[in-house]
């Protein structure tokens, strides 16, 4: 198993649907994260979670909803999406909880999606 | 607000040649700053940690360097090689009582090397 493993790893949607990405880090870590990378500019942080607890959600709109069961597990459900909404979402984890950098940061592969 | 900016924006270069990618920060109070790798339609692969208190790191051929005071980092790529080629992201994390986790990426350097 990778480290952090994404599924899936593209998604098309229409504005009214309903979909969830998942996100699963095997590393042990304690912190999790999902971030937007869309293509007009840098990597965005979305949401924390530091033992399954959010800490941070920076100025998301509500379509998108995070979920994190435990540990390991990160969900983003989203519902409906606009068009501006496509881009690339990648899920990370670190070691580290509290405030501070939490350490290094591993990344997944993205899901790429796609809102018509 | 922490800005990053990386130059150049792109690279192409012959196959062998040592390379040197520019991050720079306006903000000097981080905690670390992490050089990450993007292939194409692929996730982020980290490559180096600094951690503030230090000044390199080094991995096999890669080399990174970090001016805390001047706000500015190098990656040093010697003898590079085709499947060097990718996005190259620099990012930063503010100082303790900052948000876990929150790194500020520049828009990355796209290098290619060619046989």
């Known amino acids: 198993e990778t480290g952090v493993t994404q599924t899936p790893r593209h998604l098309v949607m229409g504005m009214t649907n309903k979909k969830s990405l998942k996100c699963e880090q095997h590393?042990?870590?304690?912190?999790m994260y999902w971030y937007k990378q869309s293509a007009k500019k840098p990597l965005e942080l979305m949401f924390v979670?530091?033992?399954?607890?959010?800490?941070e959600n920076n100025s998301v709109p509500s379509r998108f909803s995070p979920e994190c069961p435990n540990s390991s597990h990160l969900f983003l459900h989203l519902h409906t999406l606009q068009p501006e909404d496509s881009a690339l979402y990648l899920c990370?984890?670190?070691?580290?909880?509290?405030?501070?950098?939490?350490?290094?940061?591993?990344f997944g592969e993205g899901s790429r999606l796609t809102v018509l | 607000k922490q800005e990053v900016t990386q130059i150049p924006a792109a690279l192409s270069v012959p196959e062998g040649e040592n390379l040197v990618l520019n991050c720079s920060f306006t903000?000097?109070?981080?905690?670390?700053l992490q050089w990450f790798r993007q292939d194409p339609g692929k996730g982020l692969t980290s490559l180096l940690l600094?951690?503030?208190?230090?000044r390199e790191q080094t991995s096999g051929r890669l080399n990174a360097s970090l001016d805390k005071s001047s706000g500015r980092s190098t990656l040093y790529i010697a003898a590079s090689q085709p499947g060097d080629s990718a996005t190259y992201l620099c990012?930063?994390?503010?100082?303790?009582?900052?948000?876990?986790?929150?790194?500020?990426f520049g828009r990355g350097t796209q290098l290619t090397v060619w046989p």
């Open positions: 990370a984890s670190s070691p580290g909880t509290g405030t501070g950098a939490g350490g290094e940061l591993f």
């Open positions: 600094i951690q503030s208190s230090q």
């Open positions: 990012a930063v994390s503010a100082d303790r009582g900052s948000t876990l986790g929150r790194l500020y």
């Open positions: 979670y530091s033992l399954e607890e959010r800490v």
């Open positions: 590393l042990g870590h304690n912190a």
């Open positions: 903000d000097s109070a981080i905690y670390n």
